[in-house]
């Protein structure tokens, strides 16, 4: 049995490596919130590499996105994935945070070192949160976070997504089903007692009042896409009483787990459903497909859309949200 190594705590972690911008972050919350409550009539797009592999092309990635919201700022808001962490269904790599020599102290000091720098560019950061151990390391520079097709019926996971203090979509479950989502999201919005670790690193229990921007994301499953059953899925949240926010994932069993179908998925969801969506999610990185090597601009987890298609789908969804949405 390897030895046990004790990690520094939050509170070690957060004095070493400060927010200074901690109001722009609560801008990006609070135009995420308002997007999704329907205050504001922008399409949110939740768009970026598949995880975090290097920091230099996150940091160019970052740069360039940062460019291009400026662009398309009136009609849409931006945000960076920046998945950290990454949920297997079998052994394999799970992420940036684990990936440094066996070391997660280091893994997380090296993260939380990347995330300020994407922070310092100025673009909102998104992520899934997959540890409960290791959310509050970074849980202070994340605007949008999510809880993933494989934890969305975890009940650690849901305690963790009611006190976030961002908006969280919950991801319908592998098989493509949506329920077990709306479930998730009906806990996550109630008061409710949570176990935390504190800052200092001693558990404890602590009250969350709930989280009101708790919302649905349909990924598609192993049966293959439900981006077509926007409306059923409306239907379901308005008989449940919660707020009837929805953001298509592109990806994944939408696209049937191929990256190059995902603008053809995207154009479909926007000429069809984009009066009653709030956002869509794509996988994109700096080069197109798959590669071996961490830091040649390739994913080296799912397949991404590269940069070019990137930058066009984009730019069309902006044109088509302009003939779209009247409003803005």
Known sequence: MKKECRLPTIEQIHKELPLSGQEKISLFRKSINDILLGNDPRLLVIVGPCALQD???AIEYGKRLFKLQQ???E???LVMRAYAEKPRTRSSWKGFVHS???????GIIETRQLLLALTEIGIALATEFVSPFLADYFSDLISWGAIGARTVLSPVHRELASRLPMAIGMKNTLDGTFEPAICAIESVSQEQPTIITATSGSVCQAYSPGNPYAHLVLRGGNGGPNYTRVK???DLLHEARLQEAILVDCSHGNSQYMW???PKVCKEV???SLPFIQGIMVESFLCGGTGDAIGSGHSVVDGCLGWDETEKLIVHAHRQCALTRKDL
């Open 75 to 77: 009609r849409l808001f």
């Open 71 to 73: 662009r398309v700022k």
């Open 55 to 57: 920091a230099d092309s």
């Open 232 to 234: 059923k899925a409306k």
């Open 270 to 272: 926007l000429e069809h």
């Open 100 to 106: 440094h020599e066996g070391s997660v102290a280091k």
């Open 260 to 262: 190059e179908r995902q």
